[in-house]
């Protein structure tokens, strides 16, 4: 099927408002000036994370970004595994104090600490990795253009499914609303009559949490649940796998985790993010704001499908992205409020 056959449907989002709050900035861009003061010698870049490196979602995403910003810029670098968000302010505070350039809080969850503690230390360099405005001064954010990737991955669940899909995230933080908002206007934008649920786990670690999901939207007759909730979802994939049904990945390609069930995965290319966000402040650029980063920037895109849509969806679907970056689709934004189930 043709894209000028999708054409009635686009009428529906044409117009929409796009994803920009004011603030926001695209990199590259030369307009960016920061302090204006570059970092003599190599940076220092420390890292918190919320969970294991090892997890092969979230957090090995942003464990190979610090090591590609060691790698590239020659960078002095140090990290810590499963922060609580108890625990961040002084891992923070710790950081800061030992000479540190740059300290990223790698999740949504950090936002509170991160905010308390740059302001503590104003000469340090503070990134958080999600939505978030900034201070204009030290401390900014990261993001990718959650809107554009949710509106993918809901588009291939909808193409995948039979009528009924799901999206279950981590904790309803703004960047998650945003995905799932967008999972199901992707969703419904290849079949307007799908019915489709949203659920936050309200957790990133505990997989009992993502079985007991699993397991009841299975029994509600899902045949397609889209995962984005690192650890806690990976369970999803295995019960997914015994009940014959489809799943989406998150963060990195999870077709290993179980080849026959995993459609396709929303890749985030965290490190390309990373790197990108530690040059500015390299280069004495950061302004304490808020960078976007999507699918034109080529830091996010969907694994390969390797035969799980025939070639008419499998060409829908690429049409479906084309139409975004030319922005013929414009997702609208999140809530303000999440409308979704909470387990």
Same mark, same amino acid.
């Given at each position: 099927m043709k894209l000028t056959r999708y054409i009635p449907h686009y009428l529906i989002f044409l117009g929409l408002v796009v994803l920009a709050a004011a603030g926001i900035h695209i990199f590259p861009g030369g307009s960016d000036t920061g302090d204006g003061k570059?970092?003599?010698?190599?940076? !220092?870049? #420390?890292?918190?994370?919320? @969970?294991? =490196?090892?997890?092969?979602?979230?957090?090995?995403? /942003?464990?190979?970004?610090?090591?590609?910003?060691?790698?590239?810029?020659?960078a002095e670098v140090a990290y810590s595994q499963k922060v609580s968000p108890a625990q961040a302010p002084a891992e923070l505070? !710790?950081? #800061?104090?030992?000479?540190? @350039?740059? =300290?990223?809080?790698?999740?949504?969850?950090?936002? /509170?600490?991160?905010?308390?503690?740059?302001?503590?230390?104003?000469?340090?360099?503070?990134?958080?990795?999600?939505?978030?405005?900034?201070?204009?001064?030290?401390?900014?954010?990261?993001?990718?253009?959650?809107?554009?990737?949710?509106?993918?991955a809901g588009a291939a669940a909808g193409l995948a499914s039979?009528?009924?899909?799901?999206?279950?995230?981590?904790?309803?933080?703004?960047?998650?609303?945003?995905?799932?908002?967008?999972?199901?206007q992707g969703a419904k934008f290849v079949n307007p009559n799908i019915e489709t649920k949203v659920v936050f786990l309200g957790t990133w670690t505990d997989q009992n949490k993502g079985v007991e999901a699993g397991k009841a939207l299975i029994a509600e007759k899902f045949d397609v649940i889209v995962i984005n909730a690192d650890t806690a979802g990976k369970p999803i994939h295995a019960l997914a796998r015994e009940a014959g049904i489809?799943?989406?990945?998150?963060?990195?390609?999870?077709?290993?985790?179980?080849?026959?069930?995993?459609?396709?995965?929303?890749?985030?290319?965290?490190?390309?993010?990373?790197?990108?966000?530690?040059?500015?402040?390299?280069?004495?650029?950061?302004?304490?704001?808020?960078?976007?980063?999507?699918?034109?920037?080529?830091?996010?895109?969907?694994?390969?499908?390797?035969?799980?849509?025939?070639?008419?969806?499998?060409?829908?679907?690429?049409?479906?992205?084309?139409?975004?970056?030319d922005g013929l689709i414009s997702p609208l934004p999140a809530p303000a409020s999440s409308p979704a189930t909470k387990e």
């Open positions: 570059a970092i003599s010698g190599n940076i !220092r870049v #420390a890292m918190i994370l919320p @969970d294991s =490196i090892d997890d092969q979602s979230w957090n090995t995403a /942003g464990y190979n970004g610090l090591m590609l910003v060691k790698k590239e810029l020659g505070r !710790r950081y #800061a104090a030992g000479g540190f @350039d740059l =300290i990223i809080a790698h999740g949504g969850q950090y936002d /509170g600490a991160a905010e308390a503690v740059a302001a503590e230390f104003p000469t340090v360099k503070f990134m958080l990795a999600e939505a978030h405005p900034g201070n204009n001064r030290n401390l900014g954010a990261i993001s990718f253009r959650n809107e554009e990737m949710g509106f993918l039979r009528g009924k899909a799901a999206f279950v995230g981590g904790e309803d933080l703004p960047h998650m609303l945003q995905r799932a908002r967008a999972f199901e489809k799943t989406i990945g998150w963060i990195v390609d999870q077709y290993n985790l179980s080849p026959r069930t995993v459609i396709t995965s929303a890749v985030l290319d965290n490190s390309q993010l990373i790197l990108n966000g530690a040059r500015l402040v390299a280069k004495g650029r950061w302004e304490g704001k808020q960078y976007k980063f999507g699918l034109k920037d080529g830091v996010m895109y969907m694994a390969p499908l390797r035969g799980s849509l025939d070639n008419d969806k499998a060409k829908k679907l690429a049409d479906i992205r084309q139409a975004l970056l």
